[in-house]
């Protein structure tokens, strides 16, 4: 194919990819090296109060913004170099914090209370997707060809529903005395609040995440399975190879281009965790990066957004998703260069 | 056919992997069963800590809201008979009425009839009648299960859940039909060329596709507030803000789902032959018309594939 069939083809994605992804991206790292301010002056005011002989008049400085022509407040854009990531970062407060060995200290500051929750809820997540779903794959796949559709379809049930809403179906059932806790506080004894700490709700939010994600990883895998070498296990059953053998040395190595394709998927999708946040309302426990990101963006009291430093938390944000996408990719890059 | 001894599944392992598959189907289902259970009774119910009368509803109930036995057993029974004439009936008066060649929109004819009748029967008659019915019924006819329909009434009226549902389907609508459109195009082109250009576009997609959508918000939010501000020299004074707007929002989403697509429609059109369109060009057809006559007639499978994963992303927001 040559090149300007190519770019023809290619084109109208490449462009909307460049207008929508790549030229935002641009402006994030510009704005993250700038700061946007209202300029303000300083005004001499003398205010004066009817008295007799004369009016008391008293004169002081107020702060004032100045307006441009057309009424608006005037702005002064200027460029600060690394000071809205060290805004972000506060390498200082993590500094001492950890000069002192104080996990809560360090656990205080917003981005790195961000950056641990979402890469162990990553990392601790994606084994757990792919094991489940694995598991779900091989029991289906085991089981009655008659009762298949219908599980099938039950499977596929939470991953269809909708993000928040799944997460709102989880947090009723824990949220106060939600049924679900009544049954722990029954079953152990203990007065039970799942929402009063963060570490209840971190693990709510990993298994909320474990049955969402399980059922795309399980119909992958049911997929590959059926396209298992039947010949293959035959020979290996000849061989002697036990069940568990059959399925180490040859369903898995079969299923591993999905396993890995799963991973990866599950690796971007983890990385952004938001809806969580929203729909346990977690907040003030737990965060992630993204959800620090949207946190900045929105507008405080004074109807500001800090747009800069939510551009530089975004630039870290993505810092990490590239490191964390390095080790599978160097794969795909060593294979491609294999078959040249 | 008997399977040889070594062959058969020991019992045990039966044993474990069903009931695996039984606690999974639990979990999967509860959650989602229990919101609509939820969903049909006062919150006083809906949050009570047993679990019984979340099911049962003694306080919807004790509102006058609810259904006896008799009409649970007479619903259920209607269900039944609908489903079943739904399943046998239906399909052969379609193949009987529908002229030649008209099969799609027979179809859809009947299944509106069959649908709005089907409604007409649940909702209005067979309350009337069973309102009729219930007193002579004795124990049968008083209120057993407390339900209520009141919440789905003030979402859907009263909070103009309608107008929201329209705004999604709209928007997912417009999002897949364009995904699809630009995304089979550039899967096509990006599978057909082995070129170092496209293996790089590729790994290129891949990290846009990795990015948080939040690091593109805080790219998009600036310029779109002010959009009306950028775009008055070129658009004069008709110049819109973007900021809430539906085609705003749709162009936004196809371009963010564009990586996936493109990722997922590559591998559909690497599975079908290169021998395929080499064969079309031979016989004088451009890149497009091959494309277009010979490769999309084998790709509908794929594309409607990808259209499914395209849309639940949208819907969700």
């Known amino acids: ?340 | 056919m008997s399977v040889p001894r070594s062959l058969r599944r020991p019992l045990q392992l039966t044993l474990i992997s069903n009931g695996f598959l039984v606690f999974w189907c639990l979990i999967a289902a509860f959650p989602i069963v229990w919101i609509t259970v939820m969903s049909f009774k006062t919150p006083f119910d809906a949050f009570s800590s047993n679990p019984f009368n979340v099911i049962l509803g003694p306080e919807t109930r004790g509102l006058g809201l609810g259904l006896s036995l008799a009409e649970i057993v007479a619903g259920l029974a209607l269900a039944w008979v609908l489903i079943r004439l739904g399943l046998k009936w239906l399909p052969g008066q379609v193949r009987k009425y529908s002229p030649q060649g008209m099969g799609a929109l027979g179809w859809l004819v009947g299944v509106l009839f069959f649908g709005i009748v089907a409604l007409v029967l649940f909702f209005a008659v067979l309350p009337a009648a069973m309102s009729v019915l219930n007193p002579f019924l004795g124990p049968l006819g008083r209120d057993a299960l407390g339900l209520t329909t009141e919440h789905y009434e003030a979402v859907w009226i009263d909070r103009n859940f309608t107008r929201n549902f329209g705004n999604s389907m709209l928007v997912t609508a417009g999002v897949v039909t364009i995904s699809l459109t630009v995304g089979t195009l550039a899967g096509y082109g990006l599978a057909r060329s082995g070129t170092d250009l496209a293996f790089w576009l590729l790994i290129i997609a891949l990290i846009f596709r990795a990015l948080p959508h939040s690091v593109l918000v805080a790219g998009y939010l600036p310029v779109f507030i002010k959009s009306s501000e950028i775009l008055r020299p070129i658009l004069g004074e008709a110049a819109p803000t973007l900021y809430g707007k539906p085609w705003a929002v749709i162009i936004v989403l196809v371009s963010i789902n564009q990586p996936f697509t493109i990722w997922m429609l590559r591998s559909f059109f690497h599975n079908i032959p290169a021998e395929l369109d080499e064969a079309a060009r031979v016989d004088g057809c451009s890149h497009f018309k091959a494309f277009r006559l010979v490769i999309m007639p084998v790709m509908w499978p794929g594309v409607i594939t990808a259209g499914l994963f395209c849309s639940p992303i949208t819907i969700s927001l």
């Open chain 1, 1 to 340: 194919m040559r090149l300007k069939t190519f770019a023809m083809f290619v084109g109208p994605s490449l462009v909307l990819m460049l207008i929508f992804i790549a030229a935002p991206l641009v402006m994030v790292l510009w704005n993250s090296f700038h700061v946007t301010k209202p300029l303000y002056e300083r005004v001499e005011v003398e205010t004066c109060v009817p008295g007799f002989p004369k009016p008391t008049c008293s004169t002081s400085v107020k702060q004032q913004p100045i307006l441009d022509e057309d009424g608006k407040l005037a702005t002064e854009t200027s460029f600060v170099g690394l000071d809205s990531y060290r805004n972000v970062l506060e390498l200082g407060r993590l500094r001492s914090a950890l000069s002192d060995w104080d996990w809560n200290a360090a656990n205080n500051i917003e981005f790195w209370q961000a950056l641990r929750f979402t890469v162990v809820f990553t990392l601790l997540t994606m084994p757990m997707v792919v094991g489940t779903g694995l598991l779900i794959a091989l029991a289906v796949n085991s089981t009655l060809a008659s009762i298949r559709g219908p599980v099938i379809f039950i499977s596929l049930l939470p991953f269809i529903i909708t993000p928040v809403i799944g997460a709102l179906a989880i947090r009723w059932l824990f949220i106060g005395d939600g049924i679900l806790t009544a049954a722990l506080e029954w079953w152990t004894g203990h007065d039970i609040a799942m929402f009063a700490q963060g570490w209840t709700i971190e693990i709510l939010m990993y298994l909320y995440r474990v049955w969402h994600v399980a059922p795309f990883a399980f119909v992958v895998f049911y997929a590959g399975l059926q396209g298992v070498n039947q010949d293959a296990i035959e020979a290996a059953i000849i061989d002697g190879a036990s069940r568990f053998d059959r399925l180490r040395y040859i369903v898995v190595p079969h299923l591993m281009p999905l396993i890995v394709f799963v991973m990866l998927i599950h690796l971007m999708d983890a990385y952004r965790v938001f809806e969580e946040i929203v729909g346990f309302s977690s907040q003030a426990y737990v965060i992630s990066l993204q959800w620090l990101t949207y946190d900045l963006l929105i507008p405080d009291e004074a109807g500001t957004r800090s747009i800069s430093r939510a551009s530089a938390s975004a630039m870290l944000t993505m810092i990490g998703i590239i490191v964390l996408l390095i080790i599978p990719l160097r794969r795909t890059w060593r294979d491609r260069r294999g078959t040249h």
